[in-house]
């Protein structure tokens, strides 16, 4: 079994991206680390890796929870039908009873018994109601019969849907896992000096930010400097990249999606020759990774455990995918 320390280094393979890490790197001679550089890109390269996995792993988990709504209205529908539907039995069966003990005369019938024209109209009209409400009790209980069938079939197509997206959330995380441990024994190699600049928690003023929901998420990521980053961690006490950004808007009031995923289709698009304060900078190809801008030179993330939250230059975090504006 890993043991806590060594799991929350395997967790630091996460999120980081190659030029933060590059960038935190403390200037040494090249004896000093003979191959520093070419473990630095392959840590790069299983942090990347890692990442993706990491929101695969979280989309899963959000689809699943979507699945289980989906299943458990299913289950709802289901049992309000099955009450009607043997609500509606009980009452066809009590018209059926009485057609089977004479109660539904034909008219032939109700003539030849008749004491009189009005007996007749009355025991015609007895025929008639009684028609009418068997038609109808029989109408509704089809329609009952009909709505459980379907609400049947929807909870077992969640059921199954669901089974699905358990089985891929485990095949996520056991990538994820060897992911990390592949990203461990190319941490380990580094220096106890590269660790402690890595550590470092950057740049830590006051920052003034602008007034409306957009400087309101700002304030509250820039507050968070200096906390750890946790794989899978929602706050408040350490962050992965997404959950950084989602907490951060939903201080101001404004609801996004848990992933990098979601946040990359939230808002809408802006280049980066107008970004500015509270916009969603969305990193790689496989949008794997998100930081908040403060203005339009720096931004505040969740790099990667071991690196707390820190501010660092927009486009050394990397290769950027999409900018996102939730405000105006």
């Known amino acids: 079994m890993v043991s806590q320390p060594s799991r929350r280094i395997v967790r630091g393979?996460?999120?980081?991206t190659a030029a933060v890490v590059a960038a935190a790197l403390?200037?040494?001679?090249?004896?000093?680390?003979?191959?520093?550089?070419?473990?630095?890109?392959?840590?790069?390269?299983?942090?990347?890796?890692?990442?993706?996995?990491?929101?695969?792993?979280?989309?899963?988990?959000?689809?699943?929870?979507?699945?289980?709504?989906e299943l458990d209205k299913a289950k709802g529908d289901l049992a309000t039908a099955q009450q009607a539907e043997e609500s509606l039995r009980g009452q066809v069966d009590l018209l059926t009873e009485a057609t089977n003990s004479g109660a539904n005369f034909s008219q032939i019938s109700a003539l030849l018994v008749s004491d009189s024209q009005q007996d007749f109209l009355n025991r015609m009209s007895a025929i008639n109601i009684l028609a009418a409400d068997n038609a109808e009790a029989l109408g509704k209980l089809t329609d009952a019969v009909n709505a459980a069938d379907?609400?049947?079939?929807?909870?077992?197509?969640?059921?199954?849907?669901?089974?699905?997206?358990?089985?891929?959330?485990?095949?996520?995380?056991?990538?994820?896992?060897k992911q990390l441990a592949d990203a461990k024994k190319v941490y380990?190699?580094?220096?106890?000096?590269?660790?402690?600049?890595?550590?470092?928690?950057?740049?830590?003023?006051?920052i003034s930010v602008p007034a409306g929901t957009a400087g309101a998420a700002v304030s509250f990521a820039l507050a968070q400097r200096g906390k750890p980053y946790v794989y899978g961690s929602n706050g408040p006490n350490s962050w992965d990249c997404s959950s950084l950004i989602q907490a951060?808007?939903?201080?101001?009031?404004?609801?996004?999606?848990?992933?990098?995923?979601?946040?990359?289709?939230?808002?809408?698009?802006?280049?980066?020759?107008?970004?500015?304060?509270?916009?969603?900078?969305?990193?790689?190809?496989?949008?794997?990774?998100?930081?908040?801008?403060?203005?339009g030179i720096r931004a505040v993330h969740a790099s990667t455990e071991g690196v707390p939250v820190k501010i660092a230059d927009i486009d050394s975090i990397g290769p950027i995918s999409v900018i996102r504006r939730i405000e105006g």
């Open 248 to 295: 951060a808007y939903r201080s101001a009031g404004v609801s996004i999606g848990r992933t990098s995923y979601a946040q990359a289709a939230a808002g809408r698009s802006v280049p980066r020759s107008d970004v500015r304060a509270g916009d969603i900078l969305v990193y790689y190809s496989s949008q794997s990774h998100v930081a908040l801008a403060i203005d």
């Open 13 to 16: 393979a996460l999120v980081a």
């Open 188 to 206: 380990d190699g580094f220096s106890a000096a590269t660790r402690n600049q890595l550590a470092a928690a950057g740049d830590m003023s006051n």
């Open 26 to 69: 403390p200037t040494a001679p090249a004896t000093a680390q003979p191959n520093a550089a070419d473990a630095l890109k392959k840590y790069n390269e299983l942090q990347e890796q890692a990442s993706k996995l990491n929101q695969d792993h979280l989309k899963a988990q959000d689809d699943l929870k979507a699945k289980q709504g």
């Open 150 to 177: 379907a609400a049947t079939k929807t909870a077992n197509e969640a059921t199954e849907a669901s089974k699905k997206i358990v089985a891929e959330m485990d095949q996520k995380k056991a990538e994820l896992d």
